[in-house]
């Protein structure tokens, strides 16, 4: 599938950006070119961090997880899923323990107010949630050999994309969220690309690209009228298979970082028109 485009984080100060985005519009290109600045780029840096939530650097949370800006827009009909961190993105993963249980996820996340079915689950199912995730001792996208070896089994440790639908369980820890099971026996309704896990999760495939401090995945939908409409947080967190393999199978474990500082779900999706 093709793969999108992403934009580094501007390292200026976001006054600064703005002002030479406005000069940009105001100048245009051909007066920019004697000072040496790619003021085209800067604009798109600007552009890219404006809006959405945005979030102070903290110094106990690690860089590669340290968010300070999320952001979902879209255009025509697809959604675009942003994080920003204080250092490199996708530079740490979980260390492998061999075997699935008690072993970790490290996970980029961003819980919505969609309806869970909107891709594929059940009507109201829980806190529909889109995230990147990297897990070295499984592999959960079954269709997709991300890697590129031949062998659809052997690459969860690199970063890829998942739906999953969150409710809080105290057997995860007190006010903690797990990834909803699938209880034995029953039939819920699941997307076409669910890779056969009894938790509501979805492996759709869509690529993220990771480019200095920023993250970024293109989305398409259906109803974008949704996607346009709902609102959004961003989370770092690891989540933990439990040891014995059971209910819960997959708990949210520690929480990283919270964009809002309280998932709140304040942020907007900025619709930017119709894509190029």
Not at 32 to 44: I, N, P, S, T
Not at 152 to 169: E, F, K, R, T
Not at 198 to 208: A, F
């Given at each position: 599938?093709?793969?999108?485009?992403?934009?580094?984080?501007?390292?200026?100060?976001?006054?600064?950006?703005?002002?030479?985005?406005?000069?940009?519009?105001?100048?245009?290109?051909?007066?920019?070119?004697?000072?040496?600045?790619?003021?085209?780029?800067?604009?798109?840096?600007?552009?890219?961090?404006a809006?959405?939530?945005?979030?102070?650097?903290?110094?106990?949370?690690?860089?590669?997880?340290?968010?300070?800006?999320?952001?979902?827009?879209?255009?025509?009909?697809?959604?675009?899923?942003?994080?920003?961190?204080?250092?490199?993105?996708?530079?740490?993963?979980?260390?492998?323990?061999?075997?699935?249980?008690?072993?970790?996820?490290?996970?980029?996340?961003?819980p919505?107010?969609?309806?869970?079915?909107?891709?594929?689950?059940?009507?109201?199912?829980?806190?529909?949630?889109?995230?990147?995730?990297?897990?070295?001792?499984?592999?959960?996208?079954?269709l997709?050999?991300?890697?590129?070896?031949?062998?659809?089994?052997?690459?969860?440790?690199?970063?890829?994309?998942?739906?999953?639908?969150?409710?809080?369980?105290?057997a995860?820890?007190?006010?903690?969220?797990?990834?909803?099971?699938?209880?034995?026996?029953?039939?819920?309704?699941?997307?076409?690309?669910?890779?056969?896990l009894?938790?509501?999760?979805?492996?759709?495939?869509?690529?993220?690209v990771f480019?200095?401090?920023?993250?970024?995945?293109?989305?398409?939908?259906?109803?974008?009228?949704?996607?346009?409409?709902a609102?959004?947080?961003?989370?770092?967190?690891?989540?933990?298979?439990?040891?014995?393999?059971?209910?819960p199978?997959?708990?949210?474990?520690?929480?990283?970082?919270?964009?809002?500082?309280?998932?709140?779900?304040?942020?907007?999706?900025?619709?930017?028109?119709?894509?190029?």
């Open positions: 599938m093709p793969r999108p485009s992403a934009h580094p984080h501007s390292p200026r100060p976001a006054g600064l950006r703005l002002a030479i985005a406005a000069a940009l519009l105001v100048a245009g290109p051909a007066s920019l070119a004697h000072d040496g600045v790619d003021h085209a780029a800067e604009k798109q840096a600007a552009d890219q961090h809006g959405g939530i945005h979030s102070a650097p903290a110094e106990a949370v690690q860089a590669p997880f340290d968010i300070v800006h999320t952001k979902i827009s879209t255009e025509g009909n697809t959604a675009i899923f942003h994080i920003a961190v204080s250092g490199k993105a996708g530079d740490s993963k979980p260390a492998s323990t061999g075997k699935l249980a008690g072993s970790s996820v490290f996970s980029y996340v961003w919505t107010t969609l309806d869970p079915y909107i891709v594929g689950f059940e009507h109201k199912a829980g806190i529909l949630a889109f995230a990147v995730t990297a897990h070295p001792d499984f592999d959960d996208t079954p997709f050999d991300e890697n590129g070896d031949g062998d659809l089994g052997n690459d969860g440790d690199l970063w890829h994309s998942h739906w999953v639908v969150l409710q809080p369980d105290d995860c820890g007190k006010g903690a969220l797990k990834v909803v099971d699938i209880a034995e026996g029953s039939q819920p309704r699941l997307p076409r690309t669910w890779p056969g009894p938790i509501l999760i979805d492996s759709p495939g869509w690529d993220p480019k200095g401090e920023s993250l970024q995945v293109r989305v398409p939908f259906d109803d974008i009228g949704a996607v346009n409409a609102g959004f947080d961003g989370v770092t967190a690891a989540l933990r298979v439990n040891a014995s393999v059971h209910s199978l997959l708990c949210v474990a520690n929480v990283f970082k919270v964009a809002s500082g309280d998932l709140s779900l304040p942020g907007k999706v900025q619709h930017q028109g119709t894509a190029d």
